[in-house]
């Protein structure tokens, strides 16, 4: 009944979204929107390993790169449409999130986001210096023509709605299936659930190839969006650390939490470029991650929890 329940506001949602895309409004909304759209993935991607089995990453703009360069890769060599964009660049970066699972298996804590980090810096240092994706120079790509609505950034934020709703569905059914319980063992105690004949080992790739496939996905529209895709902007800062932001500032052990950090977050972010300056972005996010750090360590679901406990 409540799997029912969520599928159709799911659905409602994603028709709401077709609406809006219909409707004559200042372009600059649907650009807005389509970010905001894009860091709910993205958190909710960043928290089904960082939140739900406790494994930090901070190799964020790797994997959302991996998306984006992907889908450059397949643009130039066969003009592939954009759902194919959408699919093999989340396929790329699950791959890469199962070697990179693979590899870090005994790595834990600290360990484990060092070795995400420095996974960041290899592969930006590999597409520095591949020429066929334009290297450090970068590369323009011309988006289609006729798309639907009339127009590309619209159809974009559109996608970018449906592939929220799937990832916010997916995070939703992993964290109340016997795979979310397993996870929250595993981030409580690894070697207590190892104990207890918790599939740990399993569970990690599973969330590791999971997170990789979503922010693959959130990343392979980016070309189309930018028209200019180069190293810095694919790989940028801000990537990593909205990542970890919006989960901790909603609550990482829901999957609503990202969703209303990702809402909170992006619309401040987006608020702050208009009026003061985008650089003034991360500075924002350090300031507020900060304060829910200190005043309200749960995000705002704990903070809610203790309220109503009241």
């Known amino acids: 009944m409540k799997t029912g329940r969520t599928l159709l506001v799911a659905l409602a949602v994603i028709v709401a979204g077709i609406l809006l895309a219909k409707l004559r409004v200042n372009p600059y909304f649907y650009f807005a929107g389509y970010v905001i759209l894009q860091y709910i993935v993205i958190a909710t991607a960043w928290n089904i390993l960082g939140g739900y089995a406790g494994y930090v990453n901070f190799g964020t703009p790797a994997f959302f790169a991996m998306g984006a360069y992907t889908a450059v890769f397949l643009i130039r060599s066969v003009h592939a449409p954009l759902p194919v964009l959408i699919v093999a660049g989340g396929l790329v970066a699950a791959l890469l999130g199962l070697g990179i699972g693979y590899l870090t298996l005994r790595l834990r804590g600290t360990f484990f986001s060092i070795a995400t980090l420095a996974l960041a810096v290899v592969l930006q240092t590999a597409i520095i210096n591949w020429e066929y994706v334009g290297g450090s120079r970068g590369l323009s790509v011309i988006r289609p023509s006729g798309p639907p609505f009339g127009n590309y950034v619209v ?71 930018v028209t200019f895709v180069e190293p810095n902007s694919a790989f940028a800062l801000d990537y990593a650390v909205n990542a970890l932001a919006m989960p901790m500032i909603g609550g990482t052990t829901s999957w609503v939490g990202p969703v209303i950090g990702a809402v909170l977050l992006g619309t401040a972010s987006q608020l702050a470029t208009v009026t003061i300056s985008s650089e003034m972005n991360l500075f924002i996010v350090g300031v507020v991650l900060v304060a829910f750090v200190v005043l309200a360590p749960e995000g705002i679901l704990g903070l809610v929890r203790k309220l109503r406990g009241r």
């Open 155 to 225: 159809f974009l934020f559109t996608v970018m709605g449906g592939l929220a709703v799937v990832s916010v569905l997916v995070a939703r059914f992993i964290e109340r299936s016997w795979i979310g319980r397993g996870l929250a063992a595993l981030r409580d105690n690894e070697e207590a659930a190892e104990c207890m004949g918790v599939p740990t080992l399993k569970l990690k790739l599973f969330a590791t190839t999971v997170s990789g496939f979503f922010l693959g996905v959130a990343g392979a529209p980016f070309p189309y969006y």
